[in-house]
């Protein structure tokens, strides 16, 4: 990750965020509503810890085939990325509630996620949303060298063929949290001062991060083994079905909002400066699907709706379908992009086929 400060332009077509925002807030106004989450929310809530947690407890106290055994993980991988894309997302971005409490509560819900939430707060929160798309800065570019998201990422021979082996590698994207992926972070993050919000002491932040590491395989591996007597290789079957299913929902999800052709991937010039505003720059970088689809709106947590998310990403997804019309309203008055593509298949077509191209040997 490059230590260069990034600058945007402040002089760039400045009036469309003031007028985009003054529109906004008279939406809100104008309803007499908050611009938190609602009873809605609340509801989707309850109903995507119960896809978690139900199946947990059928697997842990029945005793039932293994067909269905398998089958009641995937609904557990699906409940938990609902989980995190619906109360996690909105939570730690503070969204979910105008209560600050409730918020750090479904915030803190990216621990049954195998997460940890400095570390996510850092990359998401202050890198990703704010350096989006800018090589070098914006760590959801980065995927090792395993697979080439950007044409300033270096070419290796095996890139290739990413376009048929990523899809297998993004289910292990909450098994990688739970095993590895935080302590990495936390060094990185740890050493480069970075944080949103006040720092954090780095004596208490590596015993929170190790205390939740041990809860969570205490929850999820040994409570099912030495409590209610599963075999060991069972619970690891459900264990790595439900985190794989998890991973695969939430890594496609966050890809088609970003690693697409039509998602500009612009680099700052020598000095630090980006041809763009910021907001103007959000829009060049993200990408909407299925902004129609009611079921793909409700799951995915607004995420389909990435350009209203990073534009006002303290407003709850729960309204994001209602301000897209003033957003794509006040772009084409400003003969700004409005980056969407109008279903999900078109949108995983447009994906696979981006890194089929980021795939081939430079030719410069």
Partial sequence: MSSKTILFNRKDSAMFFKTLNKRVNSYFKQKNITKSGNWKLWVKTFIMFSLLVLPYAVISILTIPAWLQIGLSVVMGIGLAGVGMNVMHDGNHGSFSNKKWVNRLMGGSIYLLAGNRYNWQVQHNVLHHTYTNI????????????????????????????????????????????????FFQMKRFMKKKLSHGKFPNPFVNWTKLLISKILYFLFWIFIPILVFNIVW????????????????????????????????????????????????????????????????????????????????????????????????????????????????????????????????????
Avoid: C
């Fill in 135 to 182: 090589h070098g800065h914006d760590e959801d570019l980065e995927a090792g060298r395993i697979i080439r998201f950007s044409k300033h990422s270096e070419w290796r021979w095996f890139h290739k063929f990413q376009h048929y082996y990523s899809v297998l590698l993004y289910g292990l994207l909450t098994i990688n949290w739970a095993i590895t992926t935080d």
């Fill in 233 to 364: 290789w069972k619970v690891l079957i459900s264990f790595i079905v439900m985190h794989y299913t998890a991973g695969l929902i939430l890594s496609l999800v966050f890809q088609l909002a970003h690693i697409m052709d039509e998602a500009d991937m612009p680099l700052p010039d020598k000095k630090g400066n980006m041809k763009n505003s910021w907001a103007i720059h959000q829009l060049n970088t993200t990408v909407n699907f299925a902004a129609n689809n009611k079921l793909v709106n409700w799951f995915t947590g607004g995420l389909n709706h990435q350009v209203e998310h990073h534009i006002f990403p303290n407003i709850s997804h729960v309204h994001y379908d209602k301000i897209a019309e003033i957003v794509k309203k006040t772009a084409n008055e400003f003969n700004l992009p409005y980056n969407e593509f109008k279903t999900t298949k078109d949108a995983l077509t447009a994906h696979f086929k981006y890194l089929r191209y980021m795939g081939l040997k430079p030719t410069i």
